[in-house]
């Protein structure tokens, strides 16, 4: 007997619920190392980044009708939320949080069109808006496994402006995170790891994210001889930005030369405005940059593709 069934006949489990969930497990092990490093503050903080970025969105798709009348959600709202708390540093207050998470989701996905639409990675435009308007309470670096169930930074933003020194660093200490740095982001070990988890699952293009580390590598040993390039990749947050931004599927281009030259560009970028401005703006900045030419980049890389293809020529007889 055979039975008969309906089209289509090609089925695929990647549809855009399913790429979102696969990185949110990339991310559990980032969440993870910030509650353990600082404690109950991390803890508050990815939650209260999460659960806001997904309201904030709800109450946008509900308000523009673009809500499918609450049958689908692709929990594009929950990535947002944690890769924009594991950019923070630990101790940053809630308010400027928010007001982050508010730009990201309103002013970077929602006024575009909402998940898929957005030009911009949310998590990227809003920790780059706090980085500019509150750069003073951007600077609550401290160290890990101190203070582990205070939470007073949530509320008060830091007296101070702490610069983390790494030059003495181990490279075990580099390498697992065990440093005042990012919230998240700063364990090179574990955006490897998610690297690794996304690509067995298919849901990560390796031409931005390579051509970016490999770029920046050579640029900061070139252009910063006398400094440590091995211990400012580990330490700065590079490969976590590379991994969870500009892996991002939505605002990087997709072909391969049109990848690999965002990834150059962001890295050039970043390279030249790491003396001048803070460690968060030189690895924002160029990631909201790139997005900005990202269609533009795509556009050129197909049209390029189309003339070096030989053209066929047939014969009339």
């Not at 990227?124 to 930074?153: H, K, T, Y």
């Not at 030059?167 to 790891?193: K, Q, R, T, W, Y």
């Not at 460690?279 to 795509?298: K, Q």
Request: glycine share 8%; hydrophobic share 50%.
């Amino acid at each position: 007997m055979i039975r008969k069934t309906l089209a289509p006949f090609i089925h695929t489990e990647k549809n855009a619920p399913y790429i979102y969930l696969t990185i949110i497990a990339a991310l559990v092990p980032a969440c993870c190392y910030s509650i353990f490093y600082y404690g109950v503050r991390a803890a508050i903080m990815l939650l209260v980044c999460t659960l806001s970025f997904m309201t904030c969105d709800i109450i946008c798709s509900k308000v523009s009708r673009r809500d499918g009348n609450g049958e689908y959600y692709d929990l594009s709202s929950i990535v947002s939320g944690l890769v924009f708390a594991l950019l923070l540093p630990p101790d940053t207050p809630v308010y400027i949080a928010l007001a982050g998470v508010l730009f990201g989701s309103v002013v970077t996905k929602q006024i575009f069109g909402g998940a898929g639409s957005n030009i911009i990675n949310p998590a990227a435009g809003g920790r780059l808006f706090i980085e500019m308007v509150f750069p003073s309470g951007m600077r609550g670096f401290a160290e890990p496994r101190e203070n582990w169930f205070g939470i007073d930074s949530l509320i008060n933003a830091p007296s101070g402006e702490f610069v983390p020194e790494y030059s003495d660093l181990s490279l075990i200490e580099l390498v697992s995170g065990n440093f005042a740095g990012l919230l998240g982001a700063s364990c090179a070990a574990l955006a490897v790891l998610g690297a690794i988890f996304l690509l067995m699952r298919g849901n990560l293009r390796l031409y931005a994210p390579l051509s970016y580390i490999a770029s920046l590598a050579v640029l900061y040993y070139v252009m910063h001889p006398g400094s440590d390039m091995l211990t400012f990749m580990l330490s700065s947050g590079v490969f976590f930005v590379a991994v969870f931004m500009l892996g991002d599927m939505t605002t990087i281009p997709s072909r391969f030369a049109a990848g690999a030259f965002a990834g150059l560009v962001c890295a050039v970028l970043t390279v030249v405005l790491l003396p001048h401005v803070s460690l968060g703006m030189a690895l924002i900045a160029p990631v909201v940059t790139v997005n900005l030419m990202s269609f533009v980049m795509d556009f050129f890389s197909k049209t390029f593709s189309r003339r070096s293809k030989p053209s066929r020529e047939v014969d009339v007889l």
